[in-house]
């Protein structure tokens, strides 16, 4: 696939020969495991439990759909799914015809999907019928009105106007060979949790992203008695890889798919079906602390509560042992590469008070200044990485690139971090223009964007606030054009210009002009003070 950079030659290669790549696509890791473990139940959605062989019957049986849809070896479908079976038929049934999946996320809307179904030039588009209240079926008109390459919406569940998954399996015949995937090839683009406008697209490999969830799952014990429950949505890249569904199946164990994260739908399923891993981010698992107190649930099987996505207090750390009688791990990775990882065995300590360290001995990591010189032990810089599932480039963004990666390869990851003696990481924030609220990515430039072209909106600037239960939330300063509108039109109208709503504003300041830096720009850094001060005096 072109406009994707790649690993140099003479690395791909010394990966290769010490066994990190082992050349396998994920299409053949599932028919694989169809083989060796043929009656084990694979994923459980709702009433459904799919056996390894039902999922990947069902998943060539689609494969065999897009084939005779016209969907071709490296066309882009945008995949946007919740938490159900059907997600796997649909990216392994891609993933064997060497289509590429674009991860969409259910909260996405008009905005987003118009601007990644047009950036990736994508021929179709797989959506639920409702989910949350939402019907995906509007949205699909909006976006296949816009976009001239988008050929097909695919739906699962009622279709309404549109195929539906289903009749394309019926109506197509299994071929007597495949498109010849190579483990070296782009198996999907995912989502950047970027600082500048719109998502840019990582290109994730076979190889790289299985040396990834492999690597995951020696260190998270998994096995094929491991049962992980995917309370996140599950294709963000935490609950996919870290080690997350994939890793579940690579081992051989069981998915069990939660719809929503809460604990009402989420302490009954542990107990049912007996889980013993699963992943949350900070707010979440604040909720679900609170709840363990007072429910009769039993939550005796969970070994494991993953913490990821950003960071999670000491206070709330040192709870999730004695409240859920399970061991914590930390994690801190991105959806670029790099993950690092809380040992199981690590002394309680480390495990409270760090964000674990590189999951791999490949990963290199430099802490560096603004110079982009390496820092002294146990002080605070910006995080570059390079190594084996770190990509070397997004899709289609060579100016962009050129400012993200190193001439030698190393990815500015923008998270301002310490290292301690052992190797561990504590996270302290970020270098970039980048709101983490509660674990969804708002890149401030967008967000801004969007208040700019509202007619009473002189300027624009979005900066983060910090709040007790999702670490951050948004606060956007506006200078008007005369008579300002109220902050609820303001919501009101990015609502439709089809943002996603956790990038909605959660508070909205009046003012007549910017505090500025020495050079002239915005000081962001000043609006975050002032509003502090306005949170401190309320």
Not at 117 to 130: L, Q, R
Not at 197 to 215: A, C, E, N, Q, V
Request: with cysteine; net charge negative.
């Amino acid at each position: 696939m072109t406009n994707c950079p790649s690993w140099p030659d003479e690395l791909a290669q010394l990966y290769r020969e010490q066994g990190l790549w082992q050349g396998q696509t994920l299409g053949d890791m599932l028919s694989e495991r169809a083989d060796q473990h043929s009656e084990r139940i694979a994923v459980v959605s709702g009433e459904h439990r799919y056996s390894y062989a039902e999922l990947n019957q069902r998943a060539e049986q689609l494969a065999a759909g897009f084939l005779q849809l016209g969907v071709k070896q490296t066309d882009r479908v945008i995949v946007q799914l919740p938490n159900v079976g059907e997600f796997f038929i649909v990216i392994f049934a891609l993933f064997k015809i060497g289509a590429i999946p674009v991860f969409a996320l259910p909260a996405h809307r008009q905005s987003e999907i118009t601007y990644l179904c047009e950036f990736s030039e994508a021929v179709a588009y797989v959506i639920p019928d409702k989910d949350g209240g939402f019907d995906y079926r509007n949205l699909a008109d909006e976006v296949k009105g816009k976009v001239a390459t988008l050929q097909h919406v695919l739906v699962a569940g009622d279709p309404g106007d549109y195929p539906s998954l289903d009749s394309l399996c019926v109506k197509a015949e299994i071929p007597k060979s495949w498109p010849q995937v190579k483990a070296g090839d782009v198996a999907f683009l995912q989502l950047s949790g970027g600082s500048t406008g719109l998502p840019k697209l990582i290109p994730r490999t076979h190889d790289d992203y299985m040396y990834s969830f492999r690597r995951s799952n020696e260190i998270c014990g998994m096995n094929e008695n491991s049962v992980y429950l995917a309370a996140l949505p599950v294709a963000h890249n935490f609950p996919l890889s870290s080690p997350g569904v994939l890793g579940t199946l690579y081992a051989g164990g069981r998915i069990v798919m939660a719809a929503r994260p809460s604990p009402d739908e989420a302490f009954p399923l542990i107990a049912k079906e007996r889980v013993t891993i699963t992943a949350l981010v900070p707010p979440l698992a604040l909720i679900w602390l609170e709840a363990a107190s007072h429910r009769t649930f039993d939550l005796s099987s969970l070994e494991v509560l993953q913490v990821g996505g950003a960071k999670f207090s000491e206070e709330a750390a040192r709870r999730v042992k004695p409240v859920l009688g399970c061991t914590l791990q930390q994690v801190f990775g991105m959806a670029e590469g790099l993950v690092n990882y809380t040992r199981l065995d690590d002394e309680e300590e480390v495990i409270v008070r760090t964000q674990g360290r590189p999951m791999s001995t490949w990963d290199e990591v430099r802490v560096v200044d603004e110079d982009g010189l390496e820092v002294k032990a146990g002080e605070v810089g910006e995080l570059w990485t390079r190594g084996p599932y770190t990509i070397r480039g997004y899709y289609k963004a060579e100016v962009h690139n050129a400012k993200a990666f190193t001439e030698d390869g190393f990815y500015k990851t923008g998270d301002l971090v310490m290292v301690n003696a052992a190797g561990y990481l504590v996270v302290e924030g970020r270098a970039k223009d980048q709101i983490n609220r509660g674990g969804d990515k708002i890149a401030a430039e967008e967000v801004e964007n969007h208040l700019l072209s509202h007619p009473d909106i002189y300027d624009a600037a979005l900066v983060s606030m910090p709040d007790e239960f999702l670490g951050e939330r948004s606060c956007a300063f506006v200078i008007p054009r005369g008579q300002a509108p109220s902050g609820a039109e303001l919501k009101s109208y990015l609502r439709t210009r089809g943002l996603a709503p956790f990038k909605i504003p959660d508070r909205i300041e009046f003012v007549a002009v910017f505090p500025q830096t020495t050079v002239g720009k915005v000081s962001k850094k000043a609006l975050r003070e002032t509003l502090l001060q306005t949170m401190i005096t309320k």
